[in-house]
């Protein structure tokens, strides 16, 4: 019997939102540990994750960047649906280089399809795994099947949405 050894592959960044300074420790120590990332960034508040996509897209790293955003919908000043609601409007971001996975607990079933419309593409629940988000990663990152269809999907979504 022959075992197949699937190789974990790097990103570029995860930016972790959050205002809880014990949790967004724990999390960035266990993802520096797991090796995920090559750099692991944290953020107060949606509005200081947003400045360092900017960045890095004003940097033009983000074209050949992976990043990964763990965003908390509950921080102080510029909570996640502000994040969301600046993110889906930057049309000058390159969005199928970032994937944003939403930590909560208690989001409802229509706030999670009101995240997904405004580019929210996972949610975990706060009590997650690094297998989980590793798992997330490397499906989204990685899978070259995901990212054909993911490319089709964004090919032809104005069509379906009535648009020019």
């Not at 890095?56 to 909570?79: A, F, Q, R």
Request: glycine share 4%; with cysteine.
């Amino acid at each position: 019997m022959k075992l197949s050894h699937t190789v974990m592959q790097k990103i570029d960044q995860v930016i972790i939102v959050g205002n809880n300074r014990d949790f967004t420790s724990r999390i960035k120590s266990s993802i520096e540990s797991s090796g995920m990332a090559e750099q692991v960034k944290t953020a107060l508040n949606g509005g200081h994750a947003f400045l360092v996509l900017d960045h890095l897209h004003l940097g033009k790293k983000l074209k050949e960047s992976k990043v990964l955003v763990l965003l908390d919908m509950d921080t102080p000043i510029v909570d996640g649906w502000d994040f969301l609601k600046d993110y889906s409007n930057a049309a000058r971001l390159e969005k199928e280089n970032i994937v944003i996975v939403i930590l909560n607990d208690h989001l409802t079933n229509e706030e999670k399809t009101k995240a997904s419309k405004m580019g929210a593409n996972y949610f975990l629940f706060s009590s997650f795994t690094v297998n989980a988000l590793n798992y997330i990663v490397q499906k989204h990152f990685f899978n070259s099947t995901v990212r054909k269809i993911r490319k089709c999907y964004e090919t032809f979504r104005p069509l379906r949405l009535g648009a020019a």
